[in-house]
C-alpha cells in the first residue's frame, strides 16, 4: 500500500491558543457592532438638510431662498420648523389723549424667537393633534411667548397683546407659515415625491435678524412625531456693511460722535460748493 500524503502543521502552545481566541472574540464583537451600525442607517426614518448653512447679507442684500431636503424611509408626515435667535421685544398701545396719540400700556416679550416659519405637506390639524403641536410649539398658535411679569396682567390684556405682537411680526414677514401670511413671498408647503423624497423653499426677507437660526424637520405618524432632524443655519452680514454694524453695537459712542463729524463735513462742503456756484 502506499505511504498516505501527511500534512504537517505546528502545534500552537497554550498561550498562543488563548491569544487566538481573544482575537477572534474581538473579530466577533466588531463584526456585530458594525453590523447593528449598519442596520440603524439604513433604518433611519428621517434624513434632511439645507442647500447652505450661511447666508451671508451684504449691501445689496434684497432676501434669498434656502431649499430644504430631504428623505423618509415611508409615508408619513413632514414639517419643517425654522426658529430664529431670541431677544425681548415691547409692544405698545396707543390711546388718544385728546388730539394726540400717545403710547400707554405696554408689555415686554422675553426671550421669543426673532423669526419664524412653518412648513409642511398639508394643514397641521389634518394629521396631528392640537396637544402635540402646543409640545413642540409648531405654529404661531402654539408658540410659547413668555410675558415679562405676567402675573401683572389679565388673561385678555396677554391675550390682545399677543395677537398684536402676531400681527407685527407677520406685517414684518418674520412670522408666518401655513396660509397665516399669503402676502409674504415664498412657499409654505412642503411637496413629497414618491412619499419618500421632499423639498422646500425657505424665504428670508430682507429685514431677516441676524444670528444662529435653527431648521426644525419632524415625521409624523398616526399623528405622532416618530423621528426629529435639527440642522443649524447661520446668517451675518459681511462686508463693510459687517464693519460699520459691528462697530455702531459695541462702541456706541464712538460711532455717534463719527456720525455729528461727518455730519459737519458734509454740511461745509455742501455750503463751500453752493457759495462758489
Partial sequence: MPNPVLALF??????????????AGVCALATFLLGGLAAQAQVQPLVADLSKHLVAITTAFSGTDVLLFGATDGPGDVVMVVRGPRDSHVVRRKD????????QESVVFDEVPTFYRVASNRPLESFTTPAVLSRHQIGTAYLALPVRDADFYDAPTRAVFRDAFLRLKRQQGLYGGMGENPAAPGDDRIALLDN???R???YFPANVPV???IVEVYLFRDGEVVSAEITPLVISK?????EIFDFAKHRALAYGVAAVIVAIAAGWLAGVAFRKA
Fill in 200 to 202: 422646500a423653499n425657505l
Fill in 196 to 198: 419618500r423624497l421632499f
Fill in 96 to 103: 388718544k389723549l385728546g388730539i394726540i396719540w400717545a403710547n
Fill in 211 to 213: 444670528g444662529s437660526y
Fill in 238 to 242: 459681511i462686508g463693510i456693511g459687517a
Fill in 10 to 23: 505546528p502545534v500552537p502552545s497554550p498561550g498562543r491558543r488563548r491569544l487566538a481566541r481573544r482575537a
